[in-house]
């Protein structure tokens, strides 16, 4: 049977996350340098976008490039960067015929000028797309977002603006660099690594995560099926109890 058949639309996440894992471990396999690994990657993010796009999830979400990333090789965080900028020219017809919507999620003025320009660029031309929106996660990580939103909630706290006893989970989620957005019901890590990276430690409190061996560059459509069908199957409790789930 068709895995895709197995999807019950009915019972979609809104929001999918993934950490794109193993890119460069799929270069080695093939004797080629990780920067190859990270340019073959670039066929998983279309595949996996495209299909997203066409189940009908309302945002998904890539770990694209995080705060740590910062201190691998300069000649592949050169590279990434090219790649990024590249990788945002060739795509943007894809965004546009698939009415997705571009979005960044991160410390991304922080990024080289050339990729921040391309990227805002590319973000711009699809702001009126509105079939799904696409995150990229860039110079990210879950403990900057977390402390951006600390910041930006304690200078208001001394400006009188916000009370402290006004502080709670919604008002935290507000300064989220995800304000407005769902929390991610299900989060993907390729490569058969089992942790969550420092990515979206707040929004992720009750994701449920699915772990595939699957290398990113050999991730595709009928990868993201799978994933969507094993989360269907799980049952999300919030802390209560089967029992109480019943109707």
Do not use: C
């Not at 996440?13 to 080629?32: E, L, T």
């Not at 595949?47 to 009908?56: K, R």
């Not at 979400?61 to 995080?66: D, E, G, K, P, V």
């Amino acid at each position: 049977m068709d895995i895709k058949s197995e999807i019950d639309l009915d019972k979609l996440p809104r929001h999918v996350a993934v950490i794109m894992d193993g890119n460069g471990r799929w270069a080695k396999q093939h004797g080629k340098p990780r920067v190859f690994g990270h340019k073959n990657g670039v066929r998983a993010v279309r595949e996996t976008t495209e299909a997203a796009a066409e189940l009908g999830i309302e945002y998904l979400t890539l770990y694209a490039f995080s705060t740590e990333n910062w201190k691998r090789p300069k000649l592949e965080v050169s590279a990434l960067m090219t790649l990024l900028v590249e990788t945002l020219h060739q795509e943007l017809s894809t965004l546009l015929k698939n009415d997705v919507r571009l979005n960044a999620i991160g410390a991304v003025e922080k990024l080289p000028a050339a990729t921040y320009e391309t990227l805002l660029k590319s973000i711009e031309s699809t702001r009126n797309n509105q079939r799904m929106t696409l995150n990229l996660a860039l110079n990210y990580s879950g403990k900057w977002d977390i402390l951006q939103a600390t910041r930006t909630i304690a200078h208001k706290v001394a400006n009188a603006t916000i009370r402290p006893e006004d502080i709670d989970d919604e008002l935290i989620a507000k300064y989220l660099s995800t304000a407005g957005m769902p929390d991610p019901e299900l989060l993907i890590r390729t490569s058969g690594e089992s942790r969550i990276s420092n990515f979206l430690l707040w929004q992720m409190a009750y994701t449920e995560l699915y772990f595939t061996p699957v290398f990113w560059p050999d991730f595709g459509k009928s990868d993201l099926y799978q994933a969507i069908v094993a989360y269907q199957q799980r049952e999300r409790r919030f802390g209560k109890t089967s029992d109480q789930l019943l109707p």
